[in-house]
Each structure stands twice: as C-alpha cells, then as structure tokens.
C-alpha cells in the first residue's frame, strides 16, 4: 500500500494537527480489550428481549402475554399501553412506533418488550407470548407503492409518497446531437456494523434513567427517549458506550427506549443487545433505488442536459428518508457541469424493511447510475471515459443544478487525472475465484473502470446544524494540562484522537484528555454526514482559541515588558494562523514572543485558576430548496472522489477478482494522515461490497439473509492494494481548510468496479451488487 | 444444558446410547452457530474432543483410517500428498480459524449439501465408519446422504473414521462462492482420475438436495479418456464431461445463486478440472 499526503501545512506540534498520533482505542481493539456497548455490565442487571412480527404487513388480532409472565425469572413484560410518553419516534417524521399498537409495518418491528434475569429466560418469554395476526398483503413494489389511487397506503392517513424534491434548470426542452439513456437498481445495502445495537439502562433515584449506549448523536436520542418516556431532557442522561461500528445504522434509535422503559418499571438496570440476526431488523439499511436517466451531449461530449428519475424505498417508516432524496436529487447529476437539468426523486412509503442513512446518503445510489451513464456516453462518442468526465467536470464558480454556486475548491478534472496517471496495475496474487481452484487463467479477462463522486458535507437545507465543545485548560501536578468535554461520538472514525490533536495545536499543550461523551454537555450533531471533524472540532478549536484569548489577557496584568496588545481576532484562516493578530504563539507548554523567546510559561499564567470554555459553533446557514424548482443554496460543502478499478474477470463463471484500486480524494486538510487513509480505505472497501456482493435480499417484504453467512462482506481476501492520493486544497469557509472525509470513497468506488467489469466483459450491468449470473448472462 | 465430555470412545457411545438429547460437538463451528441462532436446544452437548482415537490418521492395509476429529489444517498439512482433491477442498473451508477447528467428521455429521468434504470423499469413494454400542458399520459415501442435512446416522451412533484409498491419479476440486474466502459454495465440484482402474470419480456440492457423483459423466469420461495413449484431451470430450456433470445436478434457486448459474458452474468447472487432471496424468 502506498500513501502520498500532499502536506501544506507543515506540523508544527507534536501530535498536532497534521500528525498521526496513534489512536487510543487502536491497541484495545486489536488485542479484543476494548469494551464494547455489549460488554456493559451492572450487578443486579435483568435482560431485555423484544417479540418482533414476522410478518411484513399484519393486524395485530390477539396478544396474551399471560404465558411469558408466569415465568419465573420474567420480571416485566411491555407493550405499547406502558409507554408513558409520546408512543411514536422518528428522525425528520415522528411515524414510528415505540412498540407496534395495532398493525405492523414490516417483518421485525417491535411489539413486547421482555426483561428477565437471564437473556434466555427474556428469549424464552419472548416466544412464550401468544399473539395472532391478520396477515395483510404488503406493500411491497415501491413504482407500485407511488400510485396512491391504486396501492394500498402503509400509512391510513398518510399517501406513500414520503417526499418528491423536483429539481429545474435552464431549459426542460433542451436537446442534444448524442443522447443515451438507462435505467438502473441498486440493491439494499446494509452498515454491518460489527457491534450490534446495545446499552444498559439504569433506573436513577430522581425518577429519571442514565443510559449507556452506542450511538452516533447522544442528543437526538435523548430528545426522542425523553418524549417516548414522559419525562423532561434533564431526567434522561446519556453516555456513550463503545460503539463498535455506525455507518448510519445508530441514527435512529434501536432498543433505546425499550431498555429505559424496562428499567424504570422494574426498578433494575436493564441490558439488551441484540444479536447478528436481530441487528438486520434492529437498524434501518440504505434505499434500494431505481433510477431512470437521460443524457444528452454535443458532438464533443460536453453535456447539454440531464433527465432523471430516482426512485428510492424508504420501508415502513420515514426515519432520515426525506433527506436522502434530497441528497439523491441535488447531487444526482454527479460532479459535472450541465446547464439543463430536469431531475425527479421520489422518496416512498412501503412494508419493506425501513431505510434510512447510511454512508453516502443517497448520493451512493444516484452515483452509480450517473457514472454508468457517463461510460455509456463515452462509448457513444467514441472518447476515453474519463475524457467525457473531464470535458464536463465541475469547477469552482460553476453552479449545481440548485444554483448553488461552487466555492472553494472543487478539483474534479485534477481528480480524475491522478487516477488516470497512476501506472497500470501489474499481477494480480491470485485469480478470481481466491484459493477455490477455479481458474489456471481459463476465462480470465482484465478490465479497468473509472467513477468519480460528489458529496454534501454536515447538514443541509436550512438545518440548525451546530456542534459544542467545553474546553478547560488546568493545572495538574503543576503543568498545564487539557480537559475536552463534548457529546461528540467516536464511532471508530477517530474523532477523540482529532480532538486531542487540535487542542495540542491551539493550546501548545501536550497533555489532553477526553472527557466521555455524554449529554451533561450540549449537543455536537451526528458522527454522520461526514461532519463531526469539521463540526466538533471546529467547536473544540473555538474553545480552544477563546481560552488563547483569555489566557493571553492575563500576560497584560503580569510585568509591563512582556505586554503586549493582543487582537481578537476572527476565525477562521484556512492555514491555522490568524493573520492581523498578535505573533504569540503557544507551543510546548510555553508563550513564544514573535520573535520566538519564551515570554511566559502557560502554566504560570494559569496560577490565576483554570479557564473553561464552552463552545457553540455553527458551519455558515444553509437555505431550503424551492418545493417546485429545487433551486437553493442548500449544501455546506462539497467533497469529491475519484477511483480507478482494476479487475481480473472470469468471464466464463462470472467470478471478480479487484486487483487495485486506486483513489485520489480532497480533503481540504488532513487534520490526520493516517484516520484519513483509513476512512479512503474503508470506504472503498464498503462501496467494493455493495459493487460485488453486499446486499439484503427481500421477497415480499420478508429478509431472506439475516446473517453474516448469507450476507456477505469483503475479506482481506476482496479487497486489493490500494494507492491513496490526497490533495489538501484548503476551504476557505472550514476550520483548517479541512473537508469532509468519511463519504465520498463509499460513492464512487462502486461504479469504479463495475465499470472495470463491464470493460473485461462486455456486459451490461444495471444493477448493483453484479452477481455471477449477471456476468454470465445466464 | 448439560456438558460431557466422555474420555474414551467407549464412553462416548453409551453416552450416545443412554442420551437420546445429546447433540455431538467436536469443531464445534457448525453446533455453536445452531445454538447462537437458538436453532438448537440440546440437552446435553457430548464433547468428542477428549477422545484421542479420533484424531488419529493411520494406514490400515491399503486404505487410509482418517478419524473423524481430524481437522481441516491437519487434512491440508498431513494428508495432502495423500488425499490432494480433500486437501484442496480443505483449503477452501472458511477462514484459518474455522479450518483449525473444524473437522471432517462434523462436516459428515452436518450433512450439508455444501459440506466441502463431501465431493472429494464421493469422487474417492470413502466409505464411512458408523459406530454405536450395537457395533459398527461402513456405509459408501454415497449412501450416507438421505436429503438436505440429513444422513444414514441412526441417533445412537457416531461417526468414528472416513475409510478412502489415498490417489492412485490425479484429483481436483473447485469451488464457487460470491466472495474470494470464507463463503459457502454456491456449487462445487470434486474430480479423481484412477488410472489403474481407468476409472473416473466425481462429487458434486452444493447443487442437489445431498452431495452427490455424476455417474454417468463418469463412466462416458472413463470410456473416451485415451488411457493407453494418454493423448491430449479432445475438447469435445471435456465439454461433453462437462454437461453431463451439469446434467446430474438438481439445484435450486436460492440466496446464493440461481439454479441456472449453478448448472453452468458446474459444467465449467467438470471441464477445467477434467482437462487439468488429464494435463497432470500426462505429465
Ligand atoms: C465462519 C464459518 C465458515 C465455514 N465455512 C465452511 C466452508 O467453507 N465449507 C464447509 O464445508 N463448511 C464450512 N463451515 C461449516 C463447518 O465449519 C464445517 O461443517 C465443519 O466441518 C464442521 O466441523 P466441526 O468439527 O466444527 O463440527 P461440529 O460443529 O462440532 O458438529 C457438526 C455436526 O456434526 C455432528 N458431529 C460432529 N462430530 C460427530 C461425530 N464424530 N459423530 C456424529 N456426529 C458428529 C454434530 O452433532 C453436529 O451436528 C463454516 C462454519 C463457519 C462458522
């Protein structure tokens, strides 16, 4: 593996940002210390268990839960009527329920919670509960679903149609010498997450619960908790547990409000975790989508226009739904310039599995039919296809189809031309097939595939999207020491590490400490939306830099030749320093002068006592789009990535070996060189599985692989070399410059690959995960 | 639940005999994933990894005594050169820790129609030992599959060893998954070539409701193979060997492929495995 980082700040501190200090979960996780959400214990703890519907779509025509009650151990058994508090929860709609009332919506929902002292004797409650159902025919198609007058509604008072967001520009009419279309699916992926949902629910002497939990926004689930359950914010707390893994997946709530519920009515502390079968059905999974496009070009390949049509299925429930089809329709033409563009998501109510976020964001499945289109307009114009890309590649001060105008950098043709220089793959170790002896070369063909992708950064459409930081620099044992308190979540992405690492940048102080995270602070957002980088440590670094501001105000009481007069200045600047300000610098515990003696030590100035900071930092507003034309300047920021895919194909049965892959992605700022490679490199692998193999398989509403064997991830064995290239072109708007990372490699490297498949075969391939029978055509 | 773990064979049977509710674990990787998913409920779990019979490989005359808790790694470090077509398979079987736990005698007492052991234990025409306080018994491979996960073993019995010639010619096997390891065939298939007897082998996985041979793949392979000549294989040969192979498979439809890819696969790789294993005896 090789890695170039295009350094253009040069680390100052150690352990600043920049560097690559190692992360303090790393060592835990490998060696199997590291508690998990799961590992939770408390002594006198009971077990929660949930009864689920096995049916997709069904009322609810008896329930007895007389059978489960009499056992002994069984010490609360739950439904719907012992929810105290608001009976329903959800992210953008409040549509699910706590507990199923009369009807469930999909195979898996809750109906009764169970605790009991021992988790097989709640699994055994569970599944002595009588309960009868009238099985009801789901709504399954989600094309179908869309015509109100003539599907069923999975929601009585509501039409399927979750949201549309149409998007207008220039001319509807336009028309092009070159014109192809296609039409394409992406199947449901799934986070698969490692660390199935799970907390701990303690019972406080004030009426309240503290919950343990791994999630990625303590503060959204707090609200939620809080309303289910009927008390005030301050009665329900929060701490993160370990998370093992998000994705997307812990932005809605799982069991939270049925561990809290169980706790509070027994009296006992209440675990519940889920195991690999139930996490299918504990956590909402990416759209499933269909997507119809049209595009047209001149004779040189410079696009004209766009039409699209993007069908995604949103499940039972709404959960962050609306804001994947506004990503899927904003970002849907892909990172080109087209000065005509008539695009139509649709957003749908079905009793399929609930869909929600998921890394990408609707921008994932949008990607891979735009990309496919753009190989298909290649092919039509005879061009190399990442020639067609560049021609039409977009650059700053170009407007998106919102009219949004691209500021900062947006080096897409750059992109596409560091993929595309990159020497070509040389051997593949082994052939398709792996050590399954299936090929001595019979068959095999090599293809390459390019794709590149566009992603909104943080939140979007007007969202008051905010982070807190408190931030206390002290003196401990004398020497001045760092506390960061924020309810930010380390989801495995590295964030505490980065945390640390800007403290050690602003304070000059080495020695940092991360406070757990929980809700005793204000909210920091969602770890999701590739946010929590620029958004909490944004907020941290604002602490940090009011805490300068104080400290440096003391120097002015201390002895008259070390005053100095010290500007407040505004942040930020994308190079960390702040031009107009004072040269004093803090570094190594100190207060360097300008011209670079130590004018004081931080730890005598903080003889006057600590200084605390708390931080609400906001990313500049964000606007709604117009319901009719999509117009508006909707996004933060905006992140590209580039793959180029190299494959070894057995054409004969269909068997893909990836032999590289090489990316290029701007990330504005590597706050960490090696958190940002690792993000490159996982996301690739996720957008490798869902180009080959990862995906839930639903008939008639029902999950046919709910496991790990059937459900299927790329192994060390799937995944090949990789070759990183990252630009830092800074971002003027953004603490140090810095971009969202976590995204973009999931969106593009999945049409990468199958371009790189359809170059070996010839085949088609409208549909991801491609499976075998695809290529083969049998 | 109850946890024996008898020391000796002896016990084990009567055990076996006494304790109608007792499941069999040695490897374990199959009986641990039942229980997770509460598939199962067992009474008793009968721990056979105590047994030290049972992990023992010996030649007996001109047979090869494998018993039934040798693993997967040992099959691949110790009897590779013995059984290549069981070792190949062997090496495809999950991940290194599932192959260290994992055993051939498990995999037969799963009885799965994707069991990686099976088509090369058809294709060699292993018998298997059956053993219960009544006595003991050796039942043909190809006899001891009844239907998806289930066999010939009566509920007192246990299965003690796998009896298998060693090569006498060139073996092969193949394997498809959706993913490069740790993946359940979606078909496989097994090929041994008995230049003595001018005989051909086969085992196919994964694309019937047992694993099982392509009996007349074989005896057209064993009649238009040039054995006096060892000439090069006629193509038309291999792919003909190839669609009756195909032809002998009843697979389904099901999450991990289509019945359709299943039958091509298979025709594919009876024609690879066929021409590789020619190439082989011919030097
Ligand atoms: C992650 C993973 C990957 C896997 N990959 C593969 C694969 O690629 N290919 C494959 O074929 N299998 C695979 N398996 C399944 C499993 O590893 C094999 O079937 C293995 O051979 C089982 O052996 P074991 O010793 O672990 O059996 P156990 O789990 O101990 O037992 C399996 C069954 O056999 C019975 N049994 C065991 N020993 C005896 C005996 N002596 N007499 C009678 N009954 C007995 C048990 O009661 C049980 O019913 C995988 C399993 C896992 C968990």
Not at chain 2, 242 to 269: K, Q
């Amino acid at each position: 593996m090789t890695t170039t980082v295009h350094v253009g700040l040069a680390a100052t501190v150690t352990g600043g940002v920049g560097a690559s200090p190692l992360r303090p979960d790393g060592r835990l996780k490998v060696t199997g210390e590291f508690a998990f959400s799961s590992d939770l214990w408390a002594d006198d703890m009971l077990w929660g268990a949930t009864l689920r519907s096995p049916h997709p779509r069904a009322r609810i025509t008896g329930l007895d839960l007389g059978p489960a009650l009499r056992i002994p151990g069984v010490y609360a058994v739950l439904t719907h009527e012992d929810v105290p508090g608001r009976r329903l929860y959800g992210l953008e709609h409040v549509d699910q329920p706590v507990l199923a009332a009369d009807e469930v919506r999909y195979q898996g929902e809750p109906i009764v919670v169970v605790a009991a002292d021992h988790p097989e004797t709640a699994r055994r409650a569970v599944q002595a509960i009588g309960i009868t159902y009238e099985v009801l025919d789901p709504v399954t198609d989600p094309e179908a679903a869309l015509d109100d007058a003539g599907a069923p509604r999975v929601h009585a008072d509501r039409p399927n149609l979750l949201r549309h967001v149409p998007i207008r520009r220039g001319d509807p009419h336009a028309t092009a010498a070159v014109v192809v279309t296609g039409e394409y699916e992406v199947g449901m992926q799934d986070q698969a997450f490692l660390g199935p949902e799970s907390g701990l629910a303690v019972p406080a002497e004030d009426g309240g619960v503290d919950l343990y939990i791994a999630t990625q926004w303590l503060h959204v689930d707090q609200q939620q908790v809080a309303a289910c359950l009927g008390l005030p914010a301050d009665k329900v707390r929060l701490t993160l547990a370990g998370v093992g893994g998000a994705f997307g997946a812990r932005e809605d709530l799982s069991m939270q409000v049925h561990a809290c519920l169980l706790a509070l009515h027994t009296g006992r502390p209440v675990k519940m975790v889920y195991g690999r079968e139930e996490s299918f059905f504990g956590h909402v999974h990416r759209h499933p989508a269909r997507l119809r496009y049209e595009h047209g070009a001149d004779a040189d390949g410079r696009l004209v226009y766009v039409k699209a049509r993007i069908l995604l299925d949103g499940g039972a429930y709404a959960s962050s739904s609306g804001a994947v089809v506004a990503n899927a329709a904003t970002l849907g033409i892909g990172p080109y310039d087209v000065p005509n563009v008539v695009m139509d998501a649709y957003g749908l109510y079905t009793n399929n599995p609930p869909c929600g976020a998921m890394r990408g964001f609707g921008a994932v499945q949008a990607c891979f039919a735009y990309e496919s289109q753009m190989d298909k307009l290649a092919a039509a114009l005879g061009l190399d296809p990442v020639e067609v890309r560049v021609r039409n590649a977009l650059h700053t001060g170009d407007r998106m189809p919102t009219g949004q105008l691209v500021e900062g950098p947006a080096p897409v043709a750059e992109l596409l031309r560091l993929v595309q220089a990159k020497p070509p793959a040389g051997q593949a170790d082994f052939p398709p097939g792996g050590t399954a002896n299936t090929t001595r070369g019979e068959g095999v063909v090599r293809g390459v595939g390019y794709g590149i992708g566009i992603k909104n950064v943080c939140f979007s459409e007007g969202f008051d999207d905010y982070a807190t930081a408190r931030v206390r620099l002290e003196l401990i044992a004398g020497r001045p020491a760092v506390l960061v308190h924020t309810a930010a979540a380390e989801v495995g992405q590295g964030l505490v590490t980065v945390q640390a690492q800007i403290v050690r940048t602003e304070l000059g102080v080495d020695q940092v400490t991360i406070a757990p995270a929980d809700t005793a602070v204000g909210s920091a957002g969602s770890s999701s939306a590739s946010r929590q980088t620029y958004m909490t440590g944004g907020a941290v670094r604002a602490a940090c830099q009011a805490i300068r501001d104080r400290l440096l105000t003391r120097l002015e009481g201390r002895a008259p030749s070390h005053r100095h007069t010290y500007r407040k200045g505004t942040l930020p600047s994308s190079e960390g320093g702040r031009a107009g300000e004072t040269a004093l610098r803090l570094a190594d515990g100190q207060v360097f002068g300008e011209d670079g003696t130590v004018v004081a030590d931080i730890a005598e100035l903080l003889a006057d006592g600590a200084i605390e900071e708390t931080v609400q930092w906001r990313h500049r507003p964000t606007f709604p789009l117009d319901p009719e034309t999509g117009q508006g300047d909707a996004h933060v920021q905006y992140a590209f990535a580039a793959h180029r895919a190299t494959v070894d194909v057995d054409t004969e049965l269909g068997l893909v070996k990836v032999v590289e892959i090489v990316t290029a992605q701007d990330v504005g700022k590597a706050v960490n060189p090696a958190a940002v490679t690792g993000q490159i490199q996982g996301g690739t692998a996720q957008g490798l599985g869902l180009a080959l193999m990862e995906e839930i398989q639903v008939v008639d509403g029902k999950v046919r692989n709910p496991s790990f064997t059937d459900y299927l991830l790329p192994t060390i064995m799937d995944m090949p070399p990789m070759t990183v290239d990252v630009l830092e072109l800074a971002d003027p708007h953004s603490p140090y410059g810095l971009r969202g990372v976590g995204e973009p490699p999931t969106i593009s490297s999945t049409p990468a690959v199958v371009a790189a498949i359809r170059a070996a075969t010839g085949a088609a391939l409208t549909r991801v995960p491609v499976r075998p029978e695809h290529i083969v055509g049998v | 639940m109850d946890f024996m773990t008898p020391p000796t064979w002896a016990d084990a049977l009567a055990i076996r005999a006494e304790r109608p509710d007792a499941v069999p674990i040695a490897g374990g990787t199959d009986v641990m994933v039942e229980l997770n998913f509460d598939r199962r409920r067992p009474g008793v779990l009968l721990d056979l990894t105590r047994i030290g019979d049972l992990t023992t490989w010996a030649m007996d005359g001109e047979l090869l005594r494998v018993g039934a808790g040798v693993s997967y790694t040992r099959i691949i470090e110790e009897l590779g050169d013995r059984l290549p077509g069981l070792a190949m398979a062997a090496r495809t079987v999950g991940s290194p820790q599932i192959r260290n736990r994992g055993t051939l005698g498990g995999n037969l007492g799963s009885a799965s129609p994707a069991g990686d052991g099976h088509p090369p234990l058809l294709a060699s025409g292993a018998q298997v030992e059956l053993a219960s306080v009544r006595g003991t018994r050796l039942v043909p491979v190809a006899e001891f599959f009844t239907g998806p996960k289930r066999s010939v073993l009566a509920p007192d019995e246990l299965i003690a060893a796998v009896w298998v010639r060693p090569a006498d010619g060139p073996e092969q096997f193949s394997k498809i998954g959706t993913r490069n390891a740790m993946v359940i065939a979606v078909s496989s298939f097994s090929l041994a070539l008995h230049p003595g007897r001018r005989e051909v082998g086969t085992g196919i996985g994964s694309a019937a409701p047992t694993p099982r041979r392509a009996t007349e793949a074989e005896l057209f392979a064993a009649g238009q193979l040039p054995w006096d000549t060892l000439a090069a294989l006629e193509p038309g040969v291999a792919r003909r060997f190839g669609e009756l192979v195909a032809a002998a498979a009843s697979p389904i439809d099901d999450v991990r492929g289509t019945a359709a890819y299943r039958r091509h696969a298979l025709a594919v790789l009876a024609q690879r495995t066929l021409t590789w294993a020619w190439r082989d005896l011919c030097g």
